[in-house]
């Protein structure tokens, strides 16, 4: 397997370094499918004799295992590279739908927990570091830019994977022509061998199109000083095993957990949000489902150019205040959509379009965040155990938002303000992840690794 280490995946001298972004978006817009499970539930539940939280926990699973896989090998990914890495990423991704369908096959959920949920879940956890590292290195005059590139792909995955799919679904259902078709068990099996085979390939097409910086290179007439512009960006180096050690990675962790679990707030409960919003008294919504479910496909969209045009944004803007927009503006966004919202469809879509681009923006800017904090030396690594952030607020997210809503009645009965004690327990949610972000300062030295002539005095203790 020595084909698959960094050593072989070193650029030659003149490499455009722009070829690397499709590579990077290959393994992205794989793994972004994660997002469209929604097109295959309720023929799921339907073949299963299932429940819709026993299908849910299939999605669960497997963000849990993205935030714990990425934690635990974030450290193997960097050591080894990204074309071995995001090599095993295709294979668990690829081996996890095909598990997952034998589980559909034979009627075993508990198999389909193990394929899409951990095995699959492993895959999204090592794909998703995997080229974040690697585009930060290629443009280091870019950093917001080059991981707002490569996470736009996660979100738009589910823009590919959703309409192919139902086609996918179609084609494999002779009843799909029938009134009020749900697809068959058998139809949902042959997509997921469809998309084993699809997604590994494109996957294997990024792997072995990825390339790695030499050692000391740089862009043509690029200044390392003109990057440290803010005090908090450092030129040094800090290993994963310290950055945890430190107050900054906690105050970031609780600043994405804090904006994540917000964002969960509106996409998990996205459809019957907006038809809820809009009930006439007589019980009938004013907002069709279909109409409600182009509403999910505008945010996909807008979690998907958030996550570029957020990230480019904050190069310019600096990583602190660019969160102070996504959690202090997401706070006024969702105190005007809890107590105004309901006035005008136009207000309610522009106001969950913006929040879910400040959704997008967290992930995408997260890493240049690290970056800027902690260098570049184990950059990926560090990411991988923020991204524990990330399986903690996909617990936490639906949990509150279901739980206020549980009380309040049942599904449509709701109105409005139904809503209106969950979203204000968002409000405090970004209020918190705000003062978290505030707090954030330059890593102390003593953190840093020691560079030639210039020893560490001592082994770091953890930051009071």
Same mark, same amino acid.
């Given at each position: 397997m020595g084909w698959l280490d960094r050593e072989r995946t070193i650029a030659p001298p003149g490499f455009n370094r722009w070829l690397v972004p499709p590579a990077a978006l290959a393994v992205h817009l794989c793994i972004g499918q994660a997002y469209a499970t929604s097109v295959y539930k309720t023929a799921l539940v339907k073949h299963f004799g299932a429940s819709l939280t026993e299908i849910g926990v299939i999605f669960s699973i497997a963000i849990v295992m993205l935030g714990l896989s990425a934690a635990v090998m974030g450290t193997w990914v960097d050591r080894n590279g990204p074309r071995k890495a995001m090599f095993t990423s295709a294979v668990f991704w690829a081996s996890g739908f095909l598990i997952g369908s034998l589980g559909i096959f034979t009627h075993q959920l508990w198999l389909v927990y193990l394929g899409y949920g951990v095995v699959g879940g492993v895959g999204l956890g090592i794909g998703y570091i995997s080229p974040v590292s690697t585009l930060i290195k290629w443009f280091p005059d870019r950093p917001g830019l080059a991981t707002g590139m490569a996470i736009m792909g996660f979100g738009g995955g589910a823009l590919i994977a959703s309409p192919v799919s139902t086609a996918l679904l179609k084609m494999y259902d002779p009843g799909s022509g029938a009134t009020g078709w749900v697809a068959s068990g058998d139809a949902v099996g042959k997509l997921f061998l469809t998309l084993a085979?699809?997604?590994?390939?494109?996957?294997?097409?990024?792997?072995?199109?990825?390339?790695?910086?030499?050692?000391?290179?740089?862009?043509?007439?690029?200044?390392?000083?003109?990057?440290?512009?803010s005090k908090l960006?450092?030129?040094?180096?800090?290993?994963?095993?310290?950055?945890?050690?430190?107050?900054?990675?906690?105050?970031?962790?609780?600043?994405?957990?804090?904006?994540?679990?917000?964002?969960?707030g509106i996409l998990e409960q996205?459809?019957?949000?907006?038809?809820?919003?809009?009930?006439?008294?007589?019980?009938?919504?004013?907002?069709? #489902?279909?109409?409600?479910? !182009? *509403?999910?496909?505008? &945010?996909?969209?807008?979690?998907?150019?958030? $996550? %570029?045009?957020?990230?480019?944004?904050?190069?310019?803007?600096?990583?602190?205040?660019?969160?102070?927009?996504?959690?202090?503006?997401?706070?006024?966004?969702?105190?005007?959509?809890?107590?105004?919202?309901?006035?005008?469809?136009?207000?309610?879509?522009?106001?969950?379009?913006?929040?879910?681009?400040?959704?997008?923006?967290?992930?995408?800017?997260?890493?240049?965040?690290?970056?800027?904090?902690?260098?570049?030396?184990?950059?990926?690594?560090?990411?991988?155990?923020?991204?524990t952030a990330w399986s903690a607020a996909g617990v936490a997210g639906p949990l509150i938002v279901n739980a206020f809503l549980d009380a309040q009645g049942k599904p449509g009965q709701l109105n409005a303000a139904s809503y209106q004690p969950?979203?204000?327990?968002?409000? #405090?949610?970004?209020?918190? !992840? *705000?003062?978290?972000? &505030?707090?954030?300062?330059?890593?102390?030295? $003593? %953190?840093h690794e020691p560079r030639p002539g210039r020893e560490r005095s001592a082994e770091p203790a953890l930051e009071a």
């Amino acid at each position: 397997m020595g084909w698959l280490d960094r050593e072989r995946t070193i650029a030659p001298p003149g490499f455009n370094r722009w070829l690397v972004p499709p590579a990077a978006l290959a393994v992205h817009l794989c793994i972004g499918q994660a997002y469209a499970t929604s097109v295959y539930k309720t023929a799921l539940v339907k073949h299963f004799g299932a429940s819709l939280t026993e299908i849910g926990v299939i999605f669960s699973i497997a963000i849990v295992m993205l935030g714990l896989s990425a934690a635990v090998m974030g450290t193997w990914v960097d050591r080894n590279g990204p074309r071995k890495a995001m090599f095993t990423s295709a294979v668990f991704w690829a081996s996890g739908f095909l598990i997952g369908s034998l589980g559909i096959f034979t009627h075993q959920l508990w198999l389909v927990y193990l394929g899409y949920g951990v095995v699959g879940g492993v895959g999204l956890g090592i794909g998703y570091i995997s080229p974040v590292s690697t585009l930060i290195k290629w443009f280091p005059d870019r950093p917001g830019l080059a991981t707002g590139m490569a996470i736009m792909g996660f979100g738009g995955g589910a823009l590919i994977a959703s309409p192919v799919s139902t086609a996918l679904l179609k084609m494999y259902d002779p009843g799909s022509g029938a009134t009020g078709w749900v697809a068959s068990g058998d139809a949902v099996g042959k997509l997921f061998l469809t998309l084993a085979v699809v997604y590994l390939a494109y996957m294997m097409f990024g792997a072995f199109t990825i390339k790695v910086p030499a050692e000391g290179w740089k862009p043509a007439g690029f200044d390392p000083a003109t990057v440290k512009a803010s005090k908090l960006v450092t030129t040094d180096n800090v290993s994963a095993r310290n950055a945890v050690r430190t107050r900054q990675f906690w105050l970031v962790w609780i600043a994405l957990f804090c904006n994540v679990t917000a964002g969960i707030g509106i996409l998990e409960q996205a459809a019957p949000m907006i038809q809820d919003f809009f009930r006439k008294s007589d019980g009938a919504s004013l907002v069709s #489902a279909v109409v409600a479910a !182009g *509403f999910v496909g505008l &945010l996909s969209i807008g979690n998907m150019a958030g $996550r %570029f045009a957020w990230s480019a944004t904050s190069d310019v803007t600096g990583r602190k205040r660019i969160y102070m927009l996504y959690l202090g503006g997401g706070a006024v966004l969702y105190t005007v959509l809890a107590l105004a919202g309901s006035s005008t469809t136009f207000l309610y879509v522009a106001l969950a379009f913006l929040i879910i681009s400040f959704y997008g923006g967290g992930f995408a800017t997260a890493p240049a965040y690290l970056r800027d904090l902690f260098g570049t030396f184990q950059v990926g690594a560090i990411h991988g155990r923020l991204l524990t952030a990330w399986s903690a607020a996909g617990v936490a997210g639906p949990l509150i938002v279901n739980a206020f809503l549980d009380a309040q009645g049942k599904p449509g009965q709701l109105n409005a303000a139904s809503y209106q004690p969950a979203l204000l327990t968002m409000v #405090a949610l970004l209020v918190v !992840g *705000f003062a978290a972000n &505030l707090l954030v300062k330059p890593v102390d030295a $003593r %953190f840093h690794e020691p560079r030639p002539g210039r020893e560490r005095s001592a082994e770091p203790a953890l930051e009071a």
